[in-house]
């Protein structure tokens, strides 16, 4: 049965809430991300936990709406104008390949498309058939292999074939709280708050159409423009600080974008992706611990909700919280705040946004936290919320209006 949107919404909402030990008064403001719906679906869904009045805005910045979304909620709190705001992400995701909901005009991907089919006749592979996604990305990997002499058993029996199998995206939600240090402090979170180092959102630059080149069409310049500004806000040189990172969760829509996006982040030399992969760097037991969460192609891609998920799923393994997923060694070195957690989130069209994830200087793992709060490890176990737990967090201030119709 398809659960709709707004039930969706209402689950990661009331997660995160309970995880922060926090009621939805205490939030104010809302960014809410969605690719695939009519305007003020996020007014629709968060109704369901009170009307506050706070302002809610939509985003939608395809395949990186739900980084897109916490972007600018971090930016509220940052900026100082909020003390609390709320990112919210979900996607009810149409069968087949994505495509135009708007046949009736122009799409914002057709330059990339004539761009594509341009690039195409310098790759060896020649022309490529099929739908927009997988053939921007399978002719990145050409283009990378060309360049490289690298082969495809090379590059992909360590990750996925990426010509042979194509997966279905899956229907999803996720929601980010994102508080200031005073609010940490107030509600008692020190215990497993996770800070936002930096972050950066960037867009296309005109290598992504004049360079001919299938690797920046689909954002391996714009990748690393953006990896570049996070580590430089976070304090680092140029080209330093990917050896400070332990765990990573990188925008693997295919697993091609998963062999270009380890160079454009810079956590290998130009042209050593393969070698990387075949050293085992890019997992447990290398270097990096890659998507440990499985990545997109293991746990499908919510378009509005793949980026708050990849952020979830790198705070829960900066919190130690994530079980058998957990990747070891990322509390020890000197630094008691450990290694950092960096994400990657890109969309075709074209945003991409990249963050770095550490524990806070006043972190200490000690007293009751959102494990407790849930009744399980959310971080690796999925249970459905109830009727209890939204009470729980819905506004005592303003009634929700239309709570009585969700189905728990």
């Known amino acids: 049965m398809n659960i709709e949107y707004s039930q969706m919404g209402l689950e990661a909402a009331t997660k995160a809430l309970l995880d922060a030990g926090i009621t939805y008064d205490a939030v104010e403001t809302a960014f809410v991300g969605y690719c695939y719906g009519d305007s003020t679906s996020g007014q629709r869904s968060l109704y369901n936990l009170g009307l506050t009045g706070i302002p809610i805005t939509n985003v939608n910045n395809n395949c990186s709406t739900g ?27 149409a069968p087949g390949s994505l495509g135009t909901h708007f046949p009736d005009r122009p799409s914002p991907i057709q330059t990339f498309s004539d761009a594509t089919a341009e690039a195409e006749h310098s790759l060896s592979s020649g022309v490529n058939h099929g739908p927009n996604a ?34 279905t995206d899956q229907d999803g939600a996720a929601c980010c709280i994102v508080a200031s240090e005073d609010f940490v402090h107030e509600h008692g979170l020190e215990n497993q708050a996770i800070e936002i180092v930096a972050q950066a959102l960037c867009t296309d630059e005109p ?11 689909v954002g391996y310049g714009m990748t690393r423009n953006c990896a570049d500004k996070v580590f ?36 290998c030399g130009h042209g050593e992706a393969h070698k990387m992969v075949e050293k085992g760097d890019n997992t447990y037991g290398g270097k990096y611990v890659v998507n440990p969460s499985g990545g997109l192609e293991a746990k499908g891609h919510p378009l509005g909700a793949t980026g708050l998920g990849m952020h979830f799923y790198i705070a ?31 969309g075709i069209g074209g945003a991409v946004v990249c963050s770095l994830l550490r524990r806070p200087e006043f972190y200490r793992a000690e007293g009751e936290d959102g494990r407790s709060r849930l009744g399980y490890n959310h971080a690796h176990e999925c249970r ?9 967090v819905k506004s005592v201030k303003f009634s929700p209006y239309i709570f009585e119709r969700a189905r728990l």
């Open 67 to 93: 980084s897109t979304a916490l972007y600018h909620a971090n930016n509220m709190v940052a900026s100082g104008l909020v003390e609390c705001a709320l990112a919210l992400g979900f996607e009810r995701m």
């Open 134 to 167: 997988p053939r921007m990305f399978a002719n990145a990997a050409q283009e990378y292999m060309d360049k490289h002499g690298a082969t495809r058993l090379r590059c992909f029996s360590y990750i996925l074939e990426p010509y042979t199998l194509l997966t």
């Open 207 to 217: 290598s992504a159409f004049e360079s001919k080149s299938a690797m920046e069409i």
């Open 232 to 267: 430089k806000k976070a304090g680092f040189g140029e080209g330093e600080g990917r050896d400070q990172v332990g765990v990573v969760e990188l925008h693997d829509c295919f697993a091609a974008n998963e062999l270009v996006t380890y160079e454009a982040l810079g956590l």
């Open 316 to 346: 829960m393994q900066l919190r130690d919280w994530a079980g058998p997923m957990q990747a070891p060694g990322l509390l020890d070195i000197a630094d008691r705040r450990g290694k950092y957690g960096l994400v990657h989130n890109i």
């Open 384 to 392: 459905p919320i109830t009727k209890a737990d939204v009470n729980k």
